[in-house]
């Protein structure tokens, strides 16, 4: 992937800085491997502000990008403008969609935009080839991505198929509320991003959730009031 096209702030390719080093990569990255070296060394180097969009559905994928430092959300709309976020990427993690689209010279199908500052390194179409086929670092570090991310978007088609919106919101909010943490910052807009719905449809279980004591809603943060009703809901 590569910066494309301009963000809500107005960033597009030129904010571009070259910053990004292969000493930034993950440690199952590091390898002695000379043709590895070469590639690397003759990568372009990125790295783009927040809110950037990097690929858009329906274009052409210009390269592999290996991610040294921030994240990347990749979503699809759907035919009634509803966002819905397919998986994120940190360093060290794979496009699965990148990946698709280079192997099948086919369009890339989704759209991945930055989240944070993001400093990566992008391999072009025909060194993502080579290192497919001679380094077995990069190979083994795609096939493992590749069934990590199988399983993940396999779990996202089950709780879209069969599970009730509230249960699935549920089980967002505990993740993002974290081991101990009470206090969840973030909109209702963006939690029906998430999820593939409306503003509308998560204000009104928020609101459920409310009544029953679970959560208590204020402007920009949903606090947990009750771990153990929130729990109901994920099992209800």
């Given at each position: 992937?590569?910066?494309?096209?301009?963000?809500?702030?107005?960033?597009?390719?030129s904010?571009?800085?070259?910053?990004?080093?292969?000493?930034?990569?993950?440690?199952?990255?590091?390898?002695?491997?000379?043709?590895?070296q070469t590639?690397?060394a003759?990568?372009?180097?990125?790295?783009?502000?927040?809110?950037?969009v990097?690929?858009?559905?329906?274009?052409?994928c210009?390269?592999?990008?290996?991610?040294?430092?921030?994240?990347?959300?990749?979503?699809?709309?759907?035919?009634?403008?509803r966002?819905?976020?397919?998986?994120r990427?940190?360093?060290?993690?794979?496009?699965?969609?990148?990946?698709?689209?280079?192997?099948?010279?086919?369009?890339?199908?989704?759209?991945?935009c930055?989240?944070?500052?993001?400093?990566?390194?992008?391999?072009?179409?025909?060194?993502?080839?080579?290192?497919?086929?001679?380094?077995?670092?990069?190979?083994d570090h795609?096939?493992?991505?590749?069934?990590?991310?199988?399983?993940?978007?396999l779990?996202?088609?089950?709780?879209?198929?069969f599970q009730?919106l509230?249960?699935?919101l549920?089980?967002?909010?505990?993740?993002?509320?974290?081991?101990?943490g009470?206090?969840?910052?973030?909109?209702?807009?963006?939690?029906a991003?998430?999820?593939?719905t409306?503003?509308?449809?998560?204000?009104?279980?928020?609101k459920?959730?409310?009544?029953?004591?679970?959560?208590?809603l204020?402007?920009?943060?949903?606090?947990?009031?009750?771990?153990?009703?929130?729990?109901?809901?994920?099992?209800?």
């Open positions: 992937m590569q910066a494309m096209a301009s963000g809500p702030e107005g960033n597009n390719a904010d571009m800085k070259h910053v990004a080093s292969a000493d930034s990569f993950p440690t199952d990255f590091h390898s002695d491997d000379s043709n590895w590639i690397v003759a990568a372009r180097n990125m790295s783009v502000p927040p809110d950037t990097l690929m858009k559905s329906g274009e052409q210009p390269g592999f990008m290996l991610i040294t430092n921030g994240s990347v959300r990749v979503f699809q709309y759907a035919e009634d403008g966002e819905m976020t397919l998986y990427l940190a360093p060290g993690d794979v496009c699965v969609m990148s990946l698709h689209a280079l192997i099948t010279n086919r369009p890339f199908e989704a759209i991945a930055t989240e944070t500052e993001l400093q990566a390194l992008v391999l072009s179409p025909a060194q993502f080839a080579t290192a497919l086929e001679q380094c077995t670092v990069f190979r795609i096939l493992l991505h590749m069934s990590n991310r199988y399983c993940d978007m779990s996202l088609v089950q709780a879209s198929a009730h509230d249960m699935r549920a089980c967002l909010l505990a993740t993002r509320a974290g081991g101990n009470t206090a969840i910052h973030t909109t209702h807009q963006e939690l991003r998430e999820l593939g409306t503003r509308e449809v998560i204000s009104r279980i928020l459920e959730m409310e009544r029953a004591g679970t959560i208590r204020a402007r920009g943060r949903i606090d947990i009031v009750d771990g153990e009703r929130l729990r109901d809901f994920r099992q209800d």
